[in-house]
């Protein structure tokens, strides 16, 4: 009996040594409401076959393409009509995170590092071609095109250098469907822009889940959904400004795309609400930390 008495109480230190840990965790921010930066205009509750939702491409018309991290499928979802109008698979099961798509055709990314580039996504004879690349077991999360320069800028959110200074966007160019070996983008995490936040390295403070430009101003955006936030770049990489999202609004923030005209969408997995997407405005001169 006394041993018993004995592990039950041991069991109930621990429990309350988790809940300290927890709670000084410093690798979280905290969310100042009075600070908020951004206005959220609407929402889209998605249905269950999205509650996985991991990235969006807008594709014109109030429609948006969609993935989700357990199907090799792409969803269109309309957003006026608020349903999804149509699906195109394209492969087995994994761990789909991104999907960028360029007229008639589209890319998926796997966390892995795979690309799926999709030719005529939309068509009735389909073509699938697969490109592995060398970020094997670096969690890529992110990806989107740069028209521009014919190539797909990835986020990772390991570390895939000896550096721990800063975190790299890597280049897949689309002509010669190889990945550039260097980062092409470098975020330092001794930006003065980063004072304030909280974490160890660029590991804890920097873990994208999605890059989008924003096509009307030439930034890039950087989504996190660990800590939610929005990282701005500008059209060479350097960080200028950074917007801090309410953890309660953004459950789990994974994907972000831009209509023709600016408008930022973030779609949210289901955690603690239903899979959603937003339609935010940001507020531009204020910064958030």
């Known amino acids: 009996m006394k041993k018993i008495v004995l592990l039950i109480v041991l069991g109930v230190f621990a429990i309350v040594a988790l809940i300290c840990l927890l709670f000084n965790d410093k690798s979280f921010l905290s969310f100042n409401e009075s600070q908020k930066t951004y206005k959220i205009v609407e929402k889209w509750e998605l249905p269950e076959e999205l509650n996985e939702i991991s990235g969006l491409s807008w594709i014109g018309n109030g429609r948006i393409a969609c993935i989700q991290d357990e199907d090799a499928t792409i969803f269109i979802y309309n957003l006026s009509s608020s349903r999804?109008?149509?699906?195109?698979?394209?492969?087995?099961?994994?761990?789909?995170?991104?999907?960028?798509?360029?007229?008639?055709?589209?890319?998926?990314?796997?966390?892995?590092g795979r690309i799926f580039e999709i030719i005529d996504y939309a068509g009735k004879n389909i073509k699938v071609n697969e490109y592995q690349?060398?970020?094997?077991?670096?969690?890529?999360?992110?990806?989107?095109l740069d028209i521009a320069k014919n190539r797909l800028l990835l986020t990772v959110k390991e570390v895939p250098h000896n550096e721990k200074d800063f975190k790299g966007i890597y280049a897949f160019d689309l002509t010669s469907k190889e990945l550039l070996k260097d980062p092409v983008f470098r975020i330092r995490i001794d930006d003065p822009i980063f004072e304030g936040l909280q974490g160890h390295g660029s590991q804890r403070v920097i873990r994208p889940s999605e890059i989008e430009r924003n096509p009307v101003t030439g930034d890039w955006y950087l989504l996190e959904g660990h800590q939610p936030k929005i990282i701005i770049l500008d059209s060479v990489g350097d960080a200028k400004q950074i917007y801090v999202l309410d953890p309660k609004e953004f459950q789990q923030a994974e994907g972000l795309t831009f209509s023709t005209d600016g408008t930022l969408f973030i779609s949210n997995e289901s955690r603690r609400a239903p899979a959603n997407i937003l339609k935010i405005e940001l507020t531009p001169d204020r910064i958030s930390l």
């Open 133 to 144: 690349t060398s970020l094997e077991n670096r969690d890529v999360e992110g990806m989107a």
């Open 84 to 112: 999804i109008t149509s699906t195109i698979d394209f492969g087995t099961k994994g761990d789909f995170e991104a999907i960028a798509v360029n007229g008639q055709n589209a890319y998926v990314m796997r966390s892995d």
